[in-house]
T-cell receptor
Framework: LAKTTQPISMDSYEGQEVNITCSHN???????ITWYQQFPSQGPRFIIQ???TKVTNEVASLFIPADRKSSTLSLPRVSLSDTAVYYCLVGPTNAGNMLTFGGGTRLMVKP | GAVVSQHPSRVICKSGTSVKIECRSLDFQATTMFWYRQFPKQSLMLMAT?????????EQGVEKDKFLINHASLTLSTLTVTSAHPEDSSFYICSARDPQTARETQYFGPGTRLLVL
């Protein structure tokens, strides 16, 4: 399983765009990149998943360069409620494969 | 997205007792579920992979006789913490893959807070 590296923490202000970058230098050909959000005392919540280039949904965008050795989660116009820990995970998606969590990035959104 | 539930949401027990935590996939069938443990300010640590109809696969360092896992149906996996001790106090989270979604996204339960006195 590819190991991931993320910043331990980030601070932002309401209304700003937040970009969290994750490094995964040894990503495998059949690996996807998935981001989860976790609030205190709750289970992680799926945000977005991608394989290459750019993926966008109603919550976030995920940018993946051609070499796929990194990815960037982009949260547009964050609010206080976006304060959470964000995890980047890399792995194949076939059934039965577990996810290995790294340290995550603790995002603090300030008013 | 798919929903995974856990019961109970929190439990307090005396040292030496056993505690059972249930994990259910509510709107899909999951042949595989995963159990994680999370200590305060730390990341999730995979404990074991629960396979329907067969024995669970435990991660290194996790005692299979202490953390009993039963995956009796395609929608239910249970984790029993036997003879719990204060050091077992933690946040236990299960997850399940929905094989019907395009990329089999893993969905997590809300977690169970265990406090052993």
């Amino acid at each position: 399983l590819a190991k991931t590296t993320q910043p331990i923490s980030m601070d932002s202000y309401e209304g700003q765009e937040v970009n969290i970058t994750c490094s995964h230098n040894n990503i495998a050909t059949n690996d996807y990149i998935t981001w989860y959000q976790q609030f205190p005392s709750q289970g992680p919540r799926f945000i977005i998943q991608g394989y290459k280039t750019k993926v966008t949904n109603e919550v976030a965008s995920l940018f993946i360069p051609a070499d796929r050795k990194s990815s960037t989660l982009s949260l547009p116009r964050v609010s206080l409620s976006d304060t959470a820990v964000y995890y980047c995970l890399v792995g194949p998606t076939n059934a039965g494969n577990m996810l290995t969590f790294g340290g995550g990035t603790r995002l603090m959104v300030k008013p | 997205g798919a929903v995974v539930s856990q019961h109970p949401s929190r439990v307090i027990c005396k040292s030496g007792t056993s505690v059972k935590i249930e994990c259910r996939s509510l709107d899909f069938q999951a042949t595989t579920m995963f159990w994680y443990r999370q200590f305060p300010k730390q990341s999730l640590m995979l404990m074991a992979t629960s396979n329907e109809g067969s024995k669970a696969t435990y991660e290194q360092g996790v005692e299979k006789d202490k953390f009993l896992i039963n995956h009796a149906s395609l929608t239910l996996s249970t984790l029993t913490v036997t003879s719990a001790h204060p050091e077992d106090s933690s946040f236990y989270i299960c997850s399940a893959r929905d094989p019907q979604t395009a990329r089999e996204t893993q969905y997590f339960g809300p977690g169970t807070r265990l406090l052993v006195l």
